[in-house]
């Protein structure tokens, strides 16, 4: 029997792959590079899981290679990057899923925040962009008002989003905006200010719990640079309460009855906005840190997920563990990566803290204004989220991230 993953998220594939030996089923790994989860293979017994390269963005070559995969039983596809094949490939081969047509609405943010405002749940109405010239610009300000976020209807890791304060920023937003290759539309939408959160939810069946709340610590203005996150968030019951019973209407508007989510929203002064639905798993190491700090191995719920059937972590008592926090580790400067200063420090620091390398020596890091910058991640753990943010902060602040600029300008660099 076998589940297979189109690609997955950097890491976590190894409580995958043991929740897939929990459930009787043999995971099929599709991807283009297997050396993007050298991290998380290097650490596998050999034969853990069955690895096929190929190129996961052509849909008829991977459903071809599945059609002749014995005994497949689901698919998982848990990056936003993938989920429109995903979906395509679930529905060709008839595997269970969520409706494909919900998840790609859920790869629109425009189309989701015109669906949650239709529905009474956001402020905020989508706009979206006709171009650079004065009429459409009137449009916007017209539409969405200032301050807004322009930003790319498909877009991930905060890539090609731009905060727009004042008429001037708003020229320039449009203008580099019209450089750029979008992967979906342009479009704008109101700035909610306040913190960022990402609830970590599970629904089955149109019923949706609530596993905890990620904190997510951002650069100052005007970048949307994620740095710190920690789970979980310890909110007061009735604002938790209130909080799943919202999250439950959210996900209900766009029908997304089943699988995990990632809801990234601003609490304000006048309640919690969306600001995008992820259709996973919370990515970097939020899964390891859901597994760690609720005491169960939430990749077993996916699996179930995949195969149809209710996972058992929507009715389970979660044993719990400790509060867990990481901080993504951005160089200086763009260049070269070469490596770590510091990793000896960690030892005897206390919270346990490690490094989680993502980058490899030899890679260019050239974007340090959003996700693709961070060469690795620190983790630590405590009591609590907040003690443990601090223990996750002071340990990265003992590290440099190194880059060569020199080499930046090398041939083949």
Known sequence: MTVACLESLTFGLGRLVRAADLLGERLLLLTRDPAHYAHELDRLPAGALDVVVTDTFDVERAAELLRHTPGLRGLISSTDTWTPAGAALTERLGLPGLDPAVLRLTRD?????????????????????????????????????????????????????????????????????????????????????????SAETLTWDGRTRLLGVSSRLMSPEPRFREEVTAFPVAFPDPRRTSLERWLDRVLAAIDYTDRFAHVEFVLTADGPEVVEVNPR???????????????????????????????????????????????????????????????????????????????????LIEHLGDSRGYAGIVYAEAETAELATHRAVAAANALRVLTDLAGREAPGG
């Open 281 to 363: 798993i919370g990515g970097a190491l939020v899964g390891e840190g859901m597994c760690r700090a609720l005491g169960v191995n939430v990749y077993e719920a996916m699996l179930e997920a995949a195969l149809g059937r209710r996972p058992r972590l929507m009715d389970a008592a979660l044993p719990g563990g400790p509060a867990v926090a990481f901080v993504l580790g951005y160089p200086a400067a763009p260049g070269v990566f070469t490596g770590v200063a510091g990793l000896d420090r960690l030892t005897g620091m206390p919270g346990a803290p490690a490094w989680y390398p993502v980058r490899r020596a030899g890679d």
């Open 109 to 197: 943010k425009a189309a989701v925040r015109t669906r949650l405002h239709d529905a009474g749940l956001t402020r905020g109405r989508a706009v979206e962009c006709a171009g650079p010239d004065r009429a459409a610009r009137g449009q916007l300000l017209e539409g969405v008002g200032l301050p807004l976020v322009l930003k790319d209807t498909a877009g991930t890791g905060s890539q090609n989003v731009w905060l727009v304060r004042d008429e001037g920023e708003l020229d320039a937003a449009l203008a580099e905006a019209s450089g750029r290759d979008l992967k979906g539309r342009l479009f704008a939408e109101p700035y909610f200010s306040g913190p960022v959160y």
